[in-house]
């Protein structure tokens, strides 16, 4: 199986600074397609998860474009270019290449400092 | 309005079934990927099923053999048959869902539903 691995696990972070968490996984997540299948989702406190990005680059519909996802491969950034306090939660990555086996990856709990 | 709502949680015993329902409304569960994820208390999120759009099935390896995923199209309706029911299965199973054939992310989620294994 997939085994996605996430740093850090735990993210203080300053409003108005950029933030940045790491995926990496244990076998690429490059379909022959070209696509790369790597999403990011965002658990806020209390909340159901809501995805951020998919296909690793892609911002989902209404997620605002302080958030960007890079990476191909085994290696993957989820960026936040300016933290707004409503991004607080915990965020995963999520591969979907391996049919049989969907991973996620540890989360990464981002906080206020 | 695009929503998944779960239910059919509760709690049961160790060796005990449960079936759990997402009702889907604002667009077809039919050629959509689906899937159920759940969260242990305190813990991440798991992946614990999926049915693809072309109909393909796929499990975790904890839960093959005991859960069964359908959906039913003229109910626009996903469910997960779970037998065998074991402490660590305790947990708030959330249903998701992609808005297209093709896969975008898992980009509709329910509120989740509580399931407890407890004697």
């Known amino acids: 199986d997939i085994v996605m691995t996430q740093s850090p696990l735990s993210l203080p972070v300053t409003p108005g600074e950029p933030a940045s968490i790491s995926c990496r996984s244990s076998?690429?997540?490059?379909?022959?397609?070209?696509?790369?299948?790597l999403d990011w989702y965002l658990q806020k406190p209390g909340q159901s998860p809501q995805l951020l990005i998919y296909?690793?680059?892609n911002r989902a519909s209404g997620v605002p474009d302080r958030f960007s996802g890079s990476g191909s491969g085994t290696d993957f950034t989820l960026k936040i270019n300016r933290v707004e306090a409503e991004d607080i939660g915990v965020y995963y990555c999520?591969?979907?290449?391996?049919?049989?086996?969907?991973?996620f990856g540890q989360g990464t709990r981002v906080e206020v400092k | 309005e695009v929503q998944l709502v779960e239910s059919g949680g509760g709690l049961v015993q160790p060796g005990g079934s449960l079936r759990l329902s997402c009702a889907v409304s604002?667009?077809?569960?039919?050629?959509?990927?689906m899937s159920w994820v759940r969260q242990a208390p305190g813990k991440g999120l798991e992946w614990v099923s999926a049915?693809?759009?072309?109909?393909?099935?796929y499990y975790a390896d904890s839960v093959k053999g005991r859960f069964t995923i359908s959906r039913d199209n003229s109910k626009n309706t996903l469910f997960l048959q779970m037998n065998s029911l074991r402490a660590e299965d305790t947990a708030v199973y959330y249903c998701?869902?992609?808005?297209?054939?093709?896969?975008?992310?898992?980009?509709?989620w329910g509120q989740g539903t509580t399931v407890t294994v407890s004697s």
């Open positions: 998701a869902a992609t808005r297209d054939y093709y896969y975008y992310g898992m980009v509709v």
């Open positions: 604002g667009f077809t569960v039919s050629g959509k990927y």
């Open positions: 049915v693809y759009s072309t109909g393909s099935i």
């Open positions: 076998q690429s997540l490059l379909h022959s397609n070209g696509y790369n299948y």
């Open positions: 296909l690793a680059s």
């Open positions: 999520l591969q979907t290449l391996q049919t049989q086996t969907w991973t």
